[in-house]
């Protein structure tokens, strides 16, 4: 069984790698959709957090796999459903790969030959579509991630693991509590379960809620909600 | 600070609100205040009457049909007939009705003027500020009923285009339910701060 990662020039994309790297996972194979876009500068305070919740915010996913060593193969877009990707995944025959980025998968790159996971911040059914911790945060005082096989449609793929979190007590929901919650159930999923997955869970597709982008005032209401009991 | 969001004509220019940035309680102060400001305006404008009222009205000044034996629907006439039927249960067909509609706002931030039943538009009109403002009505009726915060996150979008059309908006029923959309809303943030917060 072979296992490898799609990353992306993202936050997200940081905490996985790095925490892979601090728990001596190892990948067969790395694909890095790398559109060379210019680095964000954070604020002394957020890169103090991020450091405190396992990953660097600032380091560029590009320096740690340097600075590892670690063999990639490089991609000049980002576009999961770029036709040159989907090749390059029909040539390298891998079992798994772990897509960190956003969007739906075609049914192209979904017939390469490879299965993909994804790491979904929220415990579905009941917490499928966008921004579902912010709604998670509001109605249970929690959040939670679902690893699943990708499929066609939006979150209903096969499940492997869930795990929940404890709301945080920072305001960096989106550049730290996400990637955090995700990167962690990466991290036990491949710490306790064994490949090739065969437990899965199937998704009954009727059933669950469908969330879409918060609206900031819903967002405020979070994210001060954690602050209040933190 | 200034609430933002109802700034521009957001209609013609849709918010997307991808990644909004975190702002702080005074946030939540200038959302109430560019609200308030909407309802002090139409206050100037109309003489209130009760929201019971309000709907009589809106019966009376349409034709309402649910026009069961065609395959496309007028926006406004279902979203009416939604909005006043005395009868309170739970319709399964008008439920997934809602859910499709919302679903396509959600995504499109437009309501087309005129539908099929699979909800693919039949109007390339979507300037008809009436259907957001009943949508907006639904989607708080829904939220009273089953406290689905999807319902709350819609209608907050809603709101956000009506409050960006207020200076274009003339007619007395349109302003009285806006009146009544914007006041559920801030009623039922006010009630989820003093949960949460």
Redesign the interface.
């Given at each position: 069984m072979s296992f490898g990662i799609i990353l992306t020039p993202d936050i997200r994309s940081k905490a996985y790698i790095q925490k892979i790297l601090q728990n001596n996972i190892k990948l067969d194979i790395i694909l890095f959709m790398n559109d060379r876009r210019i680095e964000k500068i954070y604020s002394d305070d957020i890169v103090k957090v991020s450091k405190r919740y396992g990953f660097d915010i600032a380091k560029p996913v590009m320096n740690t796999l340097l600075e590892n060593n670690l063999k990639f193969k490089e991609f000049s877009f980002v576009d999961i459903n770029n036709p040159v990707l989907t090749e390059y995944i029909k040539s390298i025959s891998v079992d798994y790969l772990i897509f960190t980025g956003g969007g739906i998968l075609k049914h192209d790159i979904l017939s390469s030959g490879s299965k993909f996971i994804h790491l979904h911040p929220g415990i579905v059914p009941s917490y499928r579509g966008s921004t579902c911790f912010y709604?998670s945060i509001?109605?249970q005082n929690n959040a939670g991630v679902t690893a699943y096989i990708m499929d066609e449609k939006l979150d209903t793929g096969d499940i492997i693991y869930q795990k929940k979190f404890q709301k945080p007590t920072h305001?960096y929901?989106?550049e730290i509590f996400d990637p955090y919650i995700r990167s962690e159930t990466l991290i036990e999923l491949f710490k306790t379960k064994k490949l090739p997955f065969n437990d899965l869970i199937k998704q009954n597709t009727s059933v669950g809620?469908?969330?879409?982008?918060?609206?900031?005032?819903?967002?405020?209401?979070?994210?001060?909600?954690c602050l209040?009991d933190g | 600070m200034k609430y933002t969001y109802s700034d521009v004509d957001l209609i013609k220019f849709p918010q997307r609100y991808q990644l909004s940035s975190f702002e702080g309680r005074k946030f939540i102060s200038s959302y109430k205040e560019a609200r308030q400001n909407v309802l002090n305006e139409i206050k100037k404008k109309i003489h209130l009457c009760t929201f019971p009222e309000t709907l009589q009205t809106l019966q009376k000044s349409l034709e309402v049909k649910t026009q069961k034996n065609h395959d496309r629907f007028v926006t406004e006439n279902l979203l009416v007939f939604i909005l006043t039927k005395s009868d309170l249960k739970e319709n399964e067909k008008e439920n997934r009705l809602i859910e499709k509609l919302l679903k396509n706002f959600e995504i499109t931030k437009k309501i087309y003027s005129e539908y099929n039943y699979e909800l693919k538009k039949q109007s390339a009109n979507y300037e008809a500020v009436r259907n957001y403002i009943l949508f907006s009505l639904i989607c708080s009726k829904k939220f009273l009923v089953n406290n689905d915060l999807k319902f709350l996150n819609s209608l907050l979008k809603l709101n956000d285009i009506i409050c960006s059309k207020i200076n274009t908006i003339s007619d007395p029923t349109d302003l009285l339910l806006i009146y009544y959309a914007i006041n559920f809303e801030l009623e039922y943030i006010k009630e989820l701060i003093k949960k949460k917060l």
């Open positions: 709604y509001l109605n305001r929901l989106d809620e469908t969330y879409y982008i918060i609206h900031p005032v819903l967002k405020h209401i979070s994210i001060l909600s209040t | -």
